[in-house]
Each structure stands twice: as C-alpha cells, then as structure tokens.
C-alpha cells in the first residue's frame, strides 16, 4: 500500500513538474500539456469567436508590393475556388504582424500568407504550421528563393567588396526596413565576416513607394551608392526592357547553384502559407490541394514546405524575430525543435529521482528489517549457545554423578588392599616378626595402593565438583515443558516434540536431575533421525512424543519416536554401561538415565516402537503428602 501511494504520488508529481518545466520555456499558449489539457475549453471559446461559415486569411502587410503584384492573383483566387467549393466564404484580411499574432493566439485566423522571416518566429512559437513555399524557377529548391542582391553602378571605382561598403562612407538605397529580400537579407554577408552592417547602412534611404525599381535606378543615376533588391528581380525587370545588368555591378557574388540569379548572400524561403493550429483537418488539406503545382508568373510555384534551419540561423546571426534575446532564444528554439525528447527527458528525470526514492525507501525499510532479522538471529544463537552449555553442564555434572558410581568398585579393591595390609602388618609387629624388609615392602604396598586411590578421586573432582540431590514436590507436566522448552531451544533438531497425557502428575524429586534424564533421551531420538536416510525420511511424519501415564502407584514418563526401524536385541544394549549404539557415542547417556532413575527409587526400561522407532520409559513413584506417609 505505501508503495502504490508513493508511485501514484511520484506519478502526479512528474505530471505536473513537466508540464511546469515546458510551460516555463515555452509559454503558456505553447504547452503541450498545457494545451491538451485545456483544448476542450479552447475549442469551445474558439467556436464562439469564428463564423463557422467563413474561412480567415490574414496576408503579412510586409510583403513587398511587387510580390503582391507578380504572385497574389493567381493564388488568391485559387484559395477562394476552394472556399467557395466548401460552401464557405473567404475572409482576406491585409494585416500587420503584431495584430496576426494576437488574432492567431485568439483563434481568428485560419490561413497566413507571410514573409518566412515572419512564419519563422511564429512557428518558434508553435502557433502556425506551413502546407506551401514559394518555389521560383531559379531556385534548386523552395528553401532558396529569396536571397538579397547588393550592387553598385558599373562605373563605380571605389566599392568592390563589402569591406568598402562597411565604412559607412557611401549612401545606401533600399525598398523598406522590413523587406526581407529587399534588407533585412543583406545584413547576413556583414554578420558572417565579422563586420558592421549598422555602420554600412547607417546612411540608408528607403523608397517612398517600397519599389525596387527606384533602388536601381539611384544607383544609375548616383543618388545612392549602393542599392538592395530582392534576388532576380533585375532579370526580371530586364525582361520587360526596364534595366539591363551590364549597368550594375554585383557585390560579394555568390555561386549559381542554389539559385541561378545574381545575388550577393545565401538563399532563404520565400512567401509561405500557413495554418494555424486547430484548423480543420480538412479545409488544411483542400487548401494543400488547390496551392500544389498552382503555376505562377516567371515558372514560379507553390511547393511542400522544407527545412527552415538555415533561416532560423540567419535570424540568430542577426539577432532578430525569437533571438532578440539570445540566451532565451536559445533555449527556447532547442527546446522548440525538440519538444518530444525535452518532455521524455523530463518525465524520466523526474520518474528516475522518485523510482530512486522509492527504491530509497524500499532498501531502507528492507534493511531495517534485515537488520531486526539479523539481531534476531544473534540472540537465537545465542540462546542456543546459552541452552547447548546449560545442557553440558548438566549432561557433564549427570556423567560425573554416573561416573562415581562407576569408580566405587575401583576405589573399594585399592582402599580394601590398604587395609589388608595395614591388619597385616599390625600383627606382625605384635607378634615381633616383622623384619625391616618386609615392613618396607608393605608400607611400599600400601603407599602405591593409596596413590591410586587418590588418582581415581582427584581424576573425578578435576571433572566437576559433586552435585547434592534435593527432593522437592514436583509436577512433571512443568518438568516436561521445561524440558522441552530447553531442548528446542538448543536447536538440535526439526522434528518437534509434542507432550501428550495427564495434565498434572505429582512427584517428590529432583527436577534438575529429572531434567537431565530427559533431555538425554530426547537427544537420543534427535540423534536416531540423523542416522536415517534423507531418502528414507517424510519429515512431515516425523515427530517425538513425551506421554506421561498413569500407573497406579506410579507415573510412566515415556519418550516415543518413529525414526529407525529396531528391533529388541537392538534395544537390550542401551543401558549397558560404556555400551553404545552410536557411532561417535560414549555409552554413557542412558546408564545416566537409567542412574538418575534409580536414585528416585524408580527404573527405566527401553522397547521397540510399534512400526518404527523406540519408546523409552521411565518410571517414578508418585508424590504421597506427609500425612499420607504417616
């Protein structure tokens, strides 16, 4: 759960971070998720504001005039059959720039006839999207038809080259500070070379009727020095007998193989149609229709729309239209360019931060609990090891109590033989028969019989120091569970242990010695399980079981497993002292049983187990309270 509201969180977050981020370089009205998430809304302002009748074509007021005159009939009128074909009426509207951007932002323009400086900025704003370029004959390509032509009279002797024009000394005539092939082109040879087209036309006049006509002819007549017309326009003006070339000299000539005219910079787009974004699809593609292939004067036409790159580099060397601001143009034209990859670089920038937060998250709240595991675990093996060592020291302190059993008969024969000899030597002296040699030889007898002796008992303290029994009243349910608490504790094996019969069963005993007998024998049908083949084995049937019974005058405890498959003649050995079983055994863990039994005046007794395994009994008196004795 917390992982899902973290994921729907990082989600929402990376939304809204993006849609932030792009808005942020791109402006409002420029947003894709700005825009999709609104579009509804847009659409519905935008219907109320357009006649659903008639289709709007605003014209970019800064073409040069004699465009207008050479180009627009042919393709006004080609747009209008289209119109009207539709059932709809056109709408021409003659419109300076500043006012078709606020119109286009409002949604009251469908089509735009404009210079493609202008189509430039407004598609770095990604308010239009072009369907045609004016494509001239000269040109190898829509994308270089218009270009700036830079002359002077042919009889001119001191300008040659853009150097010269660049010290500002000569007058300069053009159409308009706005034409685009008649000016704003011919600023880009002076950028390129590192030199000032401000000081170069800083003595510019620009004609009354913007007629490139009256450029030429300045420059003919020396009212200007320099003169600016748009690329072509001399041969087409010479066909109509109007100026001839060899009057004019070309300044900075460029190679003929982008466009097969005079000029003196690089070639750029020309006219270009538009669409603003949220047209119809289908009037877009009527209007596709009617311009493709339309034939205008000179061999010119209207073709598909190519890469503008060169002329946004053109406006970014100039400093004009979105790169005014040059270090925001930047960043604003990158971003333009390559919308898709910025938002998918932001979704997995923002995802990759909060995947890393999740996964944060994740690994700490996993190692946390490694680290709880880990501390559990610590204090299991130590339990373990604190349980294995209270076992030893029982099983060790049982041996020892086993093993002064065993040694009485040893130290009896050495402490007899000293008496013995002790008597003998006694009435040898009485009697005064007792030569030095053999008084020597005996009391030698009797030093080496001590010593053993003293051996055997300084061997079994060195072992552990003697446990003192203590009889108390005791309810071997509670033994039991002590026992089996202990032992599962100990970690010495899977199979668990299950405590079955009376509930209460009083004795007068030692619990720690009872305690010890049967941890013995639980390790013992541990032990068998080990001995069986994983082969052989369904631990899911394993299990050892400790009942306790009741027996008239006594309690039979009996641990019951089903391991190994025995016999009687296999179960007769087990409580033959230093006789074992086992293959690593001592023999001394059932005589310690069988022991421990007996000092509690009871006995102990081993069987096979019906099918497999072994029981193991052991038999105590019950409890009888003191008025009971009495």
């Known amino acids: 759960m917390r992982r899902f509201l973290i994921t729907c969180v990082a989600i929402l977050v990376v939304l809204f971070s993006a849609m932030g981020v792009e808005s942020l370089i791109m402006g409002d009205h420029n947003s894709i998720l700005r825009q999709t998430l609104t579009s509804p809304v847009k659409q519905f302002i935008d219907g109320s504001r357009i006649n659903s009748n008639q289709v709007v074509v605003a014209v970019d007021a800064q073409i040069d005039p004699y465009m207008q005159r050479t180009y627009f009939k042919a393709t006004i009128d080609a747009i209008d059959k289209t119109v009207r074909d539709a059932d709809k009426f056109l709408v021409l509207k003659f419109l300076d720039r500043e006012t078709i951007s606020d119109m286009l932002a409002d949604g009251e323009i469908d089509f735009l006839i404009s210079e493609s400086d202008f189509y430039a900025s407004l598609a770095f704003e990604d308010k239009i999207k072009a369907i045609a370029m004016l494509w001239r004959a000269q040109a190898k390509s829509p994308s270089y038809s218009a270009a700036s032509t830079i002359v002077v009279n042919a009889e001119n002797e001191k300008i040659y080259t853009l150097t010269d024009i660049a010290t500002g000394s000569y007058r300069v005539a053009a159409t308009s500070s706005d034409s685009f092939a008649g000016f704003t082109i ?63 000299r070309v300044i900075n000539p460029q190679p003929v193989t982008e466009m097969a005219c005079q000029h003196s910079t690089n070639a750029y787009p020309s006219l270009m149609v538009s669409y603003r974004n949220g047209v119809d699809s289908n009037y877009i593609l009527d209007m596709t229709n ?49 919308r898709t990859i910025f938002i998918t670089a932001i979704f997995l920038i923002v995802a990759g931060f909060f995947y890393n937060l999740i996964i944060s998250v994740e690994v700490a709240s996993r190692t946390k609990a490694l680290k709880r595991a880990l501390a559990e675990k610590d204090r299991i093996s130590k339990q373990q090891e604190q349980t294995n060592e209270y076992i030893s020291r029982l099983e ?76 108390e009243e005791h309810d071997l349910r509670d033994i039991v569970a002590k026992t089996v608490a202990t032992f599962e504790k100990s970690g010495r ?93 001592l023999g001394l863990g059932l005589s310690i049983v069988s022991s421990l039994a007996e000092r509690h005046a009871g006995r102990v007794w081993a069987e096979p187990n019906p099918g497999r395994g072994v029981i193991v009994t052991i038999e105590l008196p019950k409890y009888q309270p003191i008025e009971e004795k009495i």
């Open 186 to 248: 011919a600023k880009e040879p002076f950028a390129e070379k590192n030199l000032s087209w401000q000081a170069a036309f800083k003595n510019i006049v620009f004609t009354s009727n913007r007629n490139p006509l009256e450029v030429l002819n300045a420059v003919k007549t020396g009212t200007a020095d320099v003169g600016i017309v748009p690329a072509c326009f001399i041969e087409q003006v010479m066909i109509r007998n109007q100026a001839h070339l060899s009057d004019y």
């Open 290 to 338: 009617a311009l493709l292939g339309l034939k205008l004067p000179f061999g010119t036409t209207w073709s598909m729309p190519e890469n503008t790159r060169e002329l946004y580099d053109l406006m970014y060397h100039l400093r004009i239209g979105p790169y005014n601001n040059v270090t925001y143009s930047a960043i604003y034209r990158t971003f333009s360019e390559n």
């Open 396 to 471: 060790r302190t049982g041996i020892v109590g086993q093993m002064s059993s065993m040694i009485a008969h040893e130290l009896k024969q050495p402490l007899a033989t000293v008496s013995n000899y002790s008597r003998g030597l006694l009435r040898r002296i009485e009697r005064g028969s007792a030569d030095k040699d053999t008084i020597v030889k005996i009391l030698k007898e009797i030093e080496y019989h001590t010593e053993r002796a003293n051996d055997i008992v300084d061997h079994v303290r060195s072992y552990a120091k003697p446990h003192e029994v203590k009889r």
């Open 493 to 585: 094996t899977t199979v668990p242990v299950i405590v079955e019969g009376e509930r209460r069963a009083l004795v007068e005993a030692d619990d720690w010695e009872i305690e010890l007998a049967l941890l013995n024998l639980l390790k013992n049908s541990a032990d068998a399980f080990t001995e069986i083949h994983p082969a052989m084995r369904d631990e899911d049937e394993d299990v050892i079981r400790i009942r306790i019974e009741d027996h008239e005058e006594t309690w039979w405890i009996r641990v019951i497993d089903n391991a190994k498959l025995v016999d009687e003649s296999f179960t007769e050995q087990f409580f033959q002292k230093l006789e074992t079983t086992k293959a690593h055994g």
